[in-house]
T-cell receptor, first 112, second 117 residues
Framework: QQPVQSPQAVILREGEDAVINCSSS?????VHWYRQKHGEAPVFLMI?????EQKGHEKISASFNEKKQQSSLYLTASQLSYSGTYFC?????????????FGGGTRVLVKP | DTEVTQTPKHLVMGMTNKKSLKCEQH?????MYWYKQKAKKPPELMFV???????INESVPSRFSPECPNSSLLNLHLHALQPEDSALYLC????????????????FGPGTRLTVL
């Protein structure tokens, strides 16, 4: 079952912050975050494992709330290069380590 | 190096044609994937090869035929496609940790944009 991402789209000014959420109805083992720019490959950002770990990539960080089965991606002091579509990929417990189901995506536009 | 290459970048084919998409990685990964991505939608898993054997087929129509000749190479053979098969076809690779209780990072190629007329 596809995880639900929110919001569907967000427009930011350079330097502003944003949060993207990814929620699953299943108990998750891991959440993978990717960013895809128009016409390009999805680029891996980070993996969150069960246990509420926080990870970071540039000024992008993420957390995993086991109780809610929700991961949040934090875009801090956004840069123009952060524009793109962000996808979360989820791996439920007992699912194979190589099978991800992607959420619908969140389109982020950072303006000067 | 986390590069996955795909050829061709663009492909236009008729419904009666036979064509192939190619994917290559030299990271020593043992799992390779095919995804289909429609505009403004997430990637949808089609096939997974693990250690050169087909391990996952997400009920993909037989007009799509995957092949993994060796651990570095993955092909997708196309035959008698329909216009609704037009999409971006993404290849990915990962180390190959397929067991439950493990997790694996997938690295994507740039994709082949396929148009079926």
């Amino acid at each position: 079952q596809q995880p639900v991402q929110s919001p569907q789209a967000v427009i930011l000014r350079e330097g502003e912050d944003a949060v993207i959420n990814c929620s699953s109805s299943k108990a998750l083992y891991s959440v993978h975050w990717y960013r895809q720019k128009h016409g390009e490959a999805p680029v891996f950002l980070m993996i969150l494992l069960k246990g509420g770990e926080q990870k970071g990539h540039e000024k992008i960080s993420a957390s995993f709330n086991e109780k809610k089965q929700q991961s949040s991606l934090y875009l801090t002091a956004s840069q123009l290069s952060y524009s793109g579509t962000y996808f979360c990929g989820t791996q439920p417990f007992k699912a194979a380590g190589n099978k991800l189901t992607f959420g619908g995506g969140t389109r982020v536009l950072v303006k000067p | 190096d986390t590069e996955v290459t795909q050829t061709p970048k663009h492909l236009v084919m008729g419904m009666t044609n036979k064509k192939s998409l190619k994917c290559e990685q030299h990271m020593g990964h043992r799992a390779m994937y095919w995804y289909k991505q429609k505009a403004k939608k997430p990637p949808e898993l089609m096939f997974v090869y693990s250690y050169e054997k087909l391990s996952i087929n997400e009920s993909v129509p037989s007009r799509f035929s995957p092949e993994c000749p060796n651990s570095s190479l993955l092909n997708l053979h196309l035959h008698a496609l329909q216009p609704e098969d037009s999409a971006l076809y993404l290849c990915a690779s990962s180390q190959g940790k397929a067991l439950a209780g493990s997790t694996d990072t997938q690295y994507f190629g740039p994709g082949t944009r396929l148009t079926v007329l």
